[in-house]
């Protein structure tokens, strides 16, 4: 089947330390994107990325990073500079041509930072 | 920023109609309606989406008013597996990223 995987579905982390949110697709997608979500909110945009070993900044990025070694992979680092990190974190991807908006979710990381 | 106006929330019986509406009173010319829903703690889901013509797929229809400045999502036979946030975004359909704007949407409660 193809999909979004995004794991783990639940993690925790101590204040101060780094953490990676892994996100891959099999769909043959260029684009890929990370959004954040807060309760009773929509999604926010944190980077996307348009092509391998390309990325841009969305409207949340500061406190984040990513990279975009392979078509596949899209990790999301949330670094001890991320003021408040515990959050709802969504990656999708796109085919990322001009003739398509649907993106396709995965399930999601729900991040906890104690 | 939101381009969008949604209801808050609202409720349907199961087994009936259920009508989102949308309002999006600034859409320009190149900018398409798209419908997208979240079940609580998972990923949105791409419903429909529409320039100005109505549409209609496997989940729903799309009623886009004549001067685009509203729409309607329409789910014929609400399921209780239906309930969820409802998306509406409108978006210039390929550009440079194909950027998509969630608001906080409507939640939908279908009730038996």
């Known amino acids: 089947d193809g999909g979004i995987t995004q794991s783990p579905k639940y993690l925790f982390r101590k204040e101060g330390q780094n953490v990676t949110l892994s996100c891959e697709q099999n769909?043959?997608?260029?684009?890929m994107y990370w959004y954040r979500q807060d309760p009773g909110q929509g999604l926010r945009l944190i980077y996307y990325?348009?092509?391998?070993?390309?990325?841009q900044k969305g409207d949340i990025a500061e406190g984040y990073s990513v990279s975009r070694e392979k078509k596949e992979s899209f990790p999301l680092t949330v670094t001890s500079a991320q003021k408040n990190p515990t959050a709802f974190y969504l990656c999708?991807?796109?085919?990322?041509?001009?003739?398509?908006?649907?993106?396709?979710f995965g399930p999601g990381t729900r991040l906890t930072v104690l | 920023d939101a381009k969008t106006t949604q209801p808050t929330s609202m409720d349907c019986a199961e087994g009936r109609a259920a009508n989102l509406p949308c309002n999006h009173s600034t859409i320009s010319g190149n900018e398409y309606v798209y419908w997208y829903r979240q079940i609580h703690s998972q990923g949105p889901q791409y419903i429909i989406h529409g320039l100005k013509n109505n549409e209609t797929n496997e989940m729903a229809s799309l009623i886009i008013t004549e001067d685009r400045k509203s729409s309607t999502l329409i789910l014929p036979h609400a399921t209780l597996r239906d309930t969820a946030v409802y998306y509406c975004i409108v978006t210039s359909r390929g550009s440079t990223l194909g950027r998509l704007y969630f608001g906080r949407g409507t939640q939908l409660t279908v009730w038996p």
């Open positions: 990325s348009q092509i391998v070993n390309d990325f």
């Open positions: 769909l043959n997608h260029d684009a």
């Open positions: 999708a991807s796109s085919r990322g041509d001009r003739g398509t908006n649907e993106q396709f």
